[in-house]
């Protein structure tokens, strides 16, 4: 193992840099559109030379796959699901979505700017499958099971619940970038109103 500390430091700048180049190639793929920006943009907004920003990447899909995998080591959203189920479902599920409320604020534009692209991007929408979306499920899937084993829920399908609860997820999320006030300043009282709805249903 290498203990140079200039290595160290020189690794934690080569991270940072390609860090700032994703931040900021995600604000302007949300803000312009994929196809609009430039590498030159992008450069720019990073406050480093093209030339700099191809020592990294060597093409936007190159920067839209990089936004997916940072993307994917910030949520671990699949550890969240794996771990101790002595706590109560309805406030294990509250403290997902606030942690999910956070995620999207500190994020959101990385998510909207890869979002975007996967509808017209065969590609990348199976990455995004694959390495977001599916481990996601499962672990979701995963913990369901657990729960209703021991007596804490009552789940007869996991696969297709978990599908619904990453859906709701999800389907808030792109309420939020179409700008619906509810969402965007009432998360409190929303996550409230999902935890009624799933536990205690909407008939009388």
């Known amino acids: 193992m290498d203990n140079d ?16 180049i994703l931040e900021a190639a995600a604000r302007l793929f949300a803000e312009k559109g994929f196809h609009r920006t430039t590498t030159r943009d992008i450069a720019e907004a990073a406050d480093v030379s093209e030339g700099t920003l191809y020592n990294y990447f060597e093409n936007k899909d190159e920067l839209l796959m990089g936004i997916m995998a940072h993307l994917a080591d910030k ?24 942690e999910r409320r956070e995620t999207i604020e500190q994020s959101g534009y990385m998510l909207q700017s890869v979002l975007s692209e996967i509808l017209v991007n065969p590609e990348l929408r199976e990455r995004y499958y694959q390495g977001l979306m599916l481990p996601a499920l499962q672990s979701l899937e995963d913990h369901l099971r657990s729960r209703r084993e021991a007596g804490q829920v009552r789940s007869d399908n996991p696969a297709l619940t978990a ?13 939020e970038v179409l700008g619906d006030p509810e969402v965007r300043y009432n998360w409190d009282e929303l996550s409230a109103t999902i935890i009624n709805v799933l536990f205690d249903g909407v008939s009388n």
């Open 5 to 20: 500390p200039s290595t160290t430091r020189r690794e934690r700048r080569i991270a940072n840099r390609r860090t700032l």
């Open 75 to 98: 949520q671990h959203l699949n550890d969240r699901f794996v771990g101790d189920l002595s706590g109560d479902a309805r406030e294990f599920l509250r403290s997902v979505l606030r």
């Open 163 to 175: 599908r619904v609860l990453i859906g709701l997820i999800q389907g808030l999320f792109l309420l």
